[in-house]
């Protein structure tokens, strides 16, 4: 009697379990690139626009900031999961092999165990070969992490390595110049760093080799049209063609967006999505010019970022299924006005439209206010697929764009859904679509600056924030945000938001990493 009363209780319990991973219609493995909130919260709060649940490691064992993620940990925490379990799998292999984006920068993980980490990748190819793997392999950036540490050398190695490359004499001087200035020990370790780097970056193109890791980016973080990044991205290119895999792995600016366009990707593939997207830009000089912090010209990231997610460029705005509103051009009068009275007339006439607000000098690395106030004016914001306006262009672009395709996605499969579910993907669009005007524009354009002064009138390390010191201005800043969140959540109003309901309270605020660059912000939706 006992062992029959066992198993029925067993039974329930695997029942229970079959249904809580049946209310998502995919369930999608994150190994994320560090805890940041645009690698892990962003993700994770996308998925649920295309009803996926994102799995991802306990996020104390992703480290924070200068303390690297433990790699050991989170393989063994890969080694207890039921692969059978999941539809897809995203994966950062800088976690896996280092403990995170800057961890990598540091030589402080040797080749041989960086290497025997990422073998995890191949054991769970072996235990689920359907399963879809999806790879991340940063090639790492010009300057190394400012940690208020480095401060004295940190922008001459950066400088040094954008120059060092250089064949004329005034830069081959000033290239000596500046060895010379930088302790030998920071420069071995970051010469040292780079070499291991890329030994990895080879790996992973091993691994799409073999069919381990099915696509792969390996993103440019953050550089410049020259420097010694440079010769390692060529030589990962020739390597891609010269082993046939151009289809399979993209070499793209970028970093902390990966992650989202790899999740659409894999939504896209399982259920055989590719919208055609026409990339619309409002000014055509700066289409053609590289954007702070990358490598290449803005209208090259535009259409890398749409062959990542596995959707089609188009010309003809007439065959495409989203319009892709590109604007850069806050410095020229006027233009913020008419680029969102033309978003406005193609949203009137049921187009769907994704947006993306690019600081072209890098200063502000948030909205726009004349757009942004545009673009709240006009109501607008609630009938869009998607808006992003964060730091460099990579970054916007690679929101953004994954955001708008996965809703165009859920619209799509919304009749096979339900109606209860329906509304759980309304909601979480608009979710993330207030989220992000918050955060780029009330956030990084308005409150930051102000956060910025704060610290300095306190003579505080902006750099390195005590634990005290990070909750007095945490504090600080959500008296400022909580205005603005009412506020927004005033004007955040149109008929299909009032229809589901979306109720925005409950706010939080905090800045994870010590410092006013990211914010990680969150609330409730009723």
Not at 392 to 401: E, F, H, P, S, V
Not at 464 to 477: A, F, G
Request: proline share 5%; aromatic share 10%; with cysteine.
């Amino acid at each position: 009697m006992r062992s029959l009363f066992t198993l029925f209780v067993l039974f329930l319990v695997i029942n229970a379990s079959a249904q809580n991973a049946s209310n998502y219609r995919t369930r999608v493995l994150l190994i994320p690139l560090d805890d940041r909130p645009p690698c892990l919260q962003f993700t994770q709060k996308m998925g649920l626009i295309g009803n996926a649940e994102v799995v991802s490691p306990p996020k104390e064992l992703l480290g924070n900031f200068t303390t690297p993620g433990q790699p050991e940990k989170i393989i063994a925490w890969l080694n207890k999961q039921n692969f059978k379990m999941f539809n897809a799998a995203v994966i950062s292999l800088d976690m896996l092999a280092y403990g995170g984006l800057v961890a990598s920068r540091i030589h402080h993980t040797q080749l041989t165990p960086a290497l025997s980490r990422i073998e995890v990748i191949k054991k769970i190819h072996q235990l689920a070969p359907h399963l879809p793997v999806y790879g991340q392999s940063v090639i790492m950036r010009l300057a190394p992490t400012g940690d208020g540490k480095n401060e004295a050398y940190r922008q001459k190695l950066a400088d040094w390595a954008e120059i060092s490359v250089a064949e004329d004499e005034v830069s081959k001087k000033r290239a000596a110049e500046l060895v010379r200035d930088i302790p030998t020990e920071a420069l071995t370790d970051y010469k040292a760093s780079r070499k291991r780097n890329l030994s990895v970056n080879y790996k992973a193109i091993d691994f799409v080799r073999s069919g381990i890791i099915d696509y792969l980016i390996l993103s440019q973080d953050d550089a410049k049209p020259r420097g010694i990044h440079v010769a390692d991205r060529e030589q990962l290119i020739e390597r891609s063609k010269k082993f046939n895999l151009t289809s399979k792995i993209l070499v793209m600016p970028g970093a902390d967006e990966i992650s989202m366009l790899l999740l659409s990707r894999a939504l896209n593939k399982r259920f055989n999505f590719s919208p055609k997207i026409k990339a619309v830009y409002s000014s055509e000089e700066l289409s053609n010019k590289a954007m702070p912090f990358e490598d290449r010209p803005l209208r090259q990231t535009v259409s890398y970022d749409i062959a990542a997610i596995g959707a089609t460029e188009v010309i003809d705005a007439a065959k495409a299924d989203l319009l892709f509103y590109v604007y850069p051009s806050r410095f020229e009068t006027g233009n913020a006005q008419s680029f969102a009275s033309e978003i406005e007339k193609q949203t009137d006439n049921g187009k769907h439209v994704i947006v993306a607000d690019i600081d072209p000098k890098g200063d502000v690395q948030g909205g726009d206010p004349n757009f942004s106030t545009e673009l709240l004016r006009r109501r607008l914001l609630p009938r869009l697929y998607s808006y992003a306006s964060w730091n460099t262009a990579g970054n916007t672009i690679g929101t953004t764009l994954p955001q708008g395709v996965i809703y165009a996605l859920a619209k799509a499969k919304m009749k096979q859904v339900g109606p209860k579910v329906s509304k759980q993907i309304e909601l979480a669009e608009h979710w993330f679509t207030f989220h992000r005007v918050l955060d780029d524009y009330y956030y990084h354009t308005l409150v930051r600056g102000k956060a910025k002064t704060y610290i300095q009138d306190n003579k505080y390390n902006p750099l390195r924030l005590t634990l005290e010191e990070t909750q007095k201005v945490e504090s600080y800043c959500m008296s400022l945000l909580s205005i603005n969140f009412k506020e927004l959540s005033d004007s955040y109003t149109s008929n299909q938001v009032t229809a589901i309901g979306f109720k925005p309270s409950g706010m939080t605020f905090a800045l994870p990493w010590g410092r006013t660059f990211e914010a990680e912000i969150d609330f409730k939706v009723h």
